[in-house]
């Protein structure tokens, strides 16, 4: 979304190393914690597709998350790519295109040297 904020915080494990480290006591972490300076044991980084605006069709907002290494992206709130505006739709396939190209030839390498091409009836 255009008017995300952008939240960076220290992550969880850095304040741990703190801690453990005589920096910082469990109090002062779990203070960074609660103002927002450390995240929390269930945050995680998350990469936002830039240039999207994160409307959808029927007028509601989502976040749409790039999933690297693979070109697939996650809209929040359980959407599909169908349920995006047309500019956003536009800025989704382009990444997937560019990431695409760059991942496919690394793939096949990786293929043709640890696998073996075996054909398997389906019933």
Not at 30 to 59: C, D, H, Q, W, Y
Not at 89 to 96: L, N
């Amino acid at each position: 979304m255009a008017n995300a904020k952008l939240i960076q915080k220290t992550p969880y494990q850095n304040g741990l190393d703190m801690v453990r480290n005589g920096y910082i006591s469990e109090e002062t972490l779990k203070k960074m914690i609660r103002n927002g300076e450390v995240a929390g044991p269930r945050e995680k980084e998350s990469f936002r597709l830039r240039g999207t605006t994160g409307k959808l069709k029927n007028g509601n907002e989502a976040f749409i998350t790039v999933q690297f290494p693979t070109p697939a992206v996650t809209i929040s709130g359980g959407g599909k790519l169908s349920d995006l505006v047309h500019e956003d739709r536009e800025i989704v396939e382009s990444w997937k295109d560019y990431l695409r190209t760059l991942i496919t030839p690394h793939y096949k390498e990786a293929r043709k040297r640890f696998t073996d091409k075996v054909m398997v009836s389906q019933s």
